[in-house]
């Protein structure tokens, strides 16, 4: 279906759409034209953790610690070197920012963003063992809910994970 547009655009068709369905192969292989990102979000309000890509670099804002995260996915895929804090890549997350709150704002979703920037809900406590088990935007109580479940449910530590 596809080779049909395909042949007919490489000899000089200006339309050679002919069927809905069927695209022209070229501009399918043809890179982007505009630089595309991945945005993504976990919880939302002030255990908003918010999140946004395009394969190089990695932004996360937490709303719960008032953090930014940036990383370089190409120079450190493990994500093992937060760079939002460091001036030399200051440009980037910036960037990279200006870009999610935009995208929030055009999208009308006004609980992560205030203006141009973040909305701030104040700092949640944190524990301070982050590797205790729970993330930062999980509800108060919650471990009391997984300790509940008994037999179900393990504590999570960092040497428990080690041994395995």
């Known amino acids: 279906m596809d080779l049909w547009p395909t042949f007919l655009s490489a000899a000089g ?21 505009q630089h595309r990102f991945v945005y993504s979000q976990f919880s939302h ?15 996360t804002y937490s ?3 008032e953090r930014e995260w940036l990383f370089d996915l190409h120079t450190d895929p493990s ?24 995208r ?5 979703y006004s609980e ?13 406590i944190i524990p301070e063992d982050p590797d205790w088990g729970l993330l930062f935007q999980d509800y108060q109580g919650m471990q009391k809910s997984i300790d509940e ?4 449910a393990r504590r999570v530590d960092l040497q428990s994970n080690l041994k395995l």
């Open 13 to 33: 068709e200006r339309n050679p759409q002919i069927d809905p369905e069927a695209d022209d192969l070229r501009e399918i292989a043809a890179p982007p034209t």
């Open 45 to 59: 309000g002030p255990r908003g953790l918010y999140l946004i890509t395009d394969g190089h670099w990695k932004y």
């Open 63 to 65: 709303a719960a610690d």
């Open 79 to 102: 994500e093992t070197r937060n760079l939002a804090y460091n001036p030399a890549f200051s440009t980037q997350t910036l960037d990279m920012r200006l870009n999610l709150i935009e």
């Open 104 to 108: 929030f704002r055009q999208a009308g």
């Open 112 to 124: 992560a963003v205030d203006g141009d920037g973040w909305r701030m809900y104040g700092k949640s």
């Open 149 to 152: 479940l008994g037999e179900y």
